[in-house]
């Protein structure tokens, strides 16, 4: 199936997996005018939404392409705050779509409810893992999010990583402020630059890609716990401090 991103918002990703007959799967449609432009203009039909979570940069676009295509199967987690749904999925559900099948994996952290999709070596993951960063904790806890990031990096390495956010650069800057000495993060941050200059999208990038440079699938590295370290002042006590240490770290940085 052809992988599309399609910009929405100033930096949201709508991912489109088109099949060869013209039929597709939209991921996390904050908007509907994206997903509309596009359908037209390369003559395919959405049949499924996956939704990832409740924020609305990535489910405001539903109501509008249910109208539009009112048999439309929404999948979402069991989130009273996701309204739009027609069906409802958890941790280990397995979907059949379009000749694909996407695993769906329970990744608390950035909102307690949050799921990722993975299928036909890609994985749909919203606002969990990003390029060369990860997402907020908005309602989990350090120790969800971690072990969620850590699910994820478990996955295969040549896993595609198509996450909600064109965040890499900026990613990329606290990446490089925490591990200078990185050779692999150098070479992205470099690829990353060229992309974006070429108004092309940082997006897929690999998991071994990420496992290679993203500070937050590195919590257990020496260079990694040392530099949380000499932030904080004192050593963390495992790696959960590490990891929560790392995210606070980010939360505050200014380029």
Known sequence: MR??????????????LVSEDGRAIVV??????????????EGWAPEAVLLTHHHNDHIGGVPELRARWPGLAVYAPEDPRIDSA???VADGDRLDLLGETFEVLAVPGHTLSHVAYVGGGRLFCGDT???LGCGRMFEGTPAQMLGSL???????????????HEYTLGNAAFALHVDPANAALQRRHTEAQAMRDAARPTLPTTLSSEQAT???????QAQIRQAVAAHL?????DEVEVFAGLRRWKDGFRA
């Open 150 to 164: 850590s699910r994820l990096a478990a996955l295969p390495g040549q896993t595609e990583v198509c996450c909600g």
């Open 28 to 41: 996390d449609p904050g908007q509907a005018a994206p997903v509309l432009a596009a359908a037209q203009s």
């Open 129 to 131: 893992l990003f390029s």
């Open 233 to 237: 002042g004192q050593a963390p006590a």
């Open 3 to 16: 992988l599309s991103a399609l910009p929405a918002f100033e930096d949201n990703y709508i991912w489109a």
């Open 214 to 220: 993203n500070p937050f699938l590195r919590t257990a």
């Open 86 to 88: 027609t069906h409802r």
